[in-house]
């Protein structure tokens, strides 16, 4: 896969050289280039922004210096995605992130200051790019570096053997079961007088696999109840309700459904 991104901050990217992405680079896997905005300015201050419009606080990047950098990045009628870090865009999720891991090309425009001009993501919408403006979360940034920084890695480890072992991928949080992970224990078994649950060191497999859905599920219950929300009406079976009803304080909720239980 080929990323560029786009940035006055090329510097702030300089973290994906190291850990899996950076391996993933040296090792040909995902050929991410960082580009510096200011080298498609034309005036002696290399000027990328300007005031708004209609009036209001702060500066506005302008769309002719963008424009002259994404006709260099993104080919005429090539396979290349826009991905435009915006706190007025869609949430980035995993699913996002999955989608857009099956991609040949992306171009990521990091904007700064109050954002790009509008008639930007327009025109190579009419071009026919398709253009994704994601939103990381609730929360406001200085610019879309951080925002990329994540996607980047968010994307790349997904990318075709990054990842040591694949199963870490299948059964980690926000996978398909859509609840939280399960809280997870190594060695001492005992630390600050804390023992590590009895039954992950009993050996029997199928009593660890129902405390670890039982926990992801009280987990999920207590911090994200709006993914709980989300289940489809076949994703929990007898135990699974009754586990929730104890969570949420629900006398209702454990009724009705057959049982993926381990001793069932
Ligand atoms: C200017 O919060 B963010 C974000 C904030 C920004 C820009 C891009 C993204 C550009 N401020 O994800």
């Not at 080298?39 to 500066?59: E, I, L, N, Q, S």
């Not at 199928?206 to 992801?216: G, L, M, Q, S, V």
Request: aromatic share 4%.
């Amino acid at each position: 896969m080929r990323i560029d991104v786009v940035t006055i901050f090329p510097d702030y990217l300089a973290a994906l050289d190291l850990s899996l992405v950076g391996k993933a680079r040296r090792a040909g896997l995902l050929d991410l280039r960082v580009h510096d905005l200011r080298d498609w300015t034309d005036d002696r201050h290399r000027t990328v922004d300007d005031t708004p419009f209609g009036g209001g606080a702060g500066m506005v990047m302008r769309p002719d210096v963008w424009g002259r950098a994404l006709d260099d990045l993104l080919p005429a009628d090539g396979p290349a995605r826009l991905v435009v870090p915006s706190p007025s865009g869609e949430v980035f999720t995993q699913r996002r992130a999955e989608a857009l891991a099956t991609e040949e090309h992306l171009v990521v425009a990091c904007g700064r200051y109050e954002g790009i001009d509008a008639r930007v993501v327009e025109h190579y919408r009419d071009r026919g790019v398709a253009v994704d403006e994601l939103s990381l979360g609730d929360y406001v940034l200085n610019g879309g570096e951080v925002a990329a920084l994540v996607m980047v890695e968010a994307v790349g480890r997904l990318l075709p053997g990054v990842v040591g072992n694949p199963h870490s991928l299948v059964e980690e949080s926000h996978g398909e079961a859509g609840l939280l992970e399960y809280p997870v224990y190594t060695k001492p078994p005992v630390w600050q007088g804390r023992e590590v649950p009895d039954v992950l060191l009993s050996g029997h497999h199928a009593r660890i696999e129902r405390w670890r859905r039982d926990e992801a599920l009280r987990r999920t219950a207590r911090r994200r109840p709006d993914m709980i929300a989300a289940l489809g009406e076949d994703a929990l079976d007898r135990r699974d309700r009754e586990v929730l009803a104890e969570a949420t304080g629900d006398a209702d909720a454990s009724v009705g459904e057959a049982s993926h239980d381990a001793d069932a």
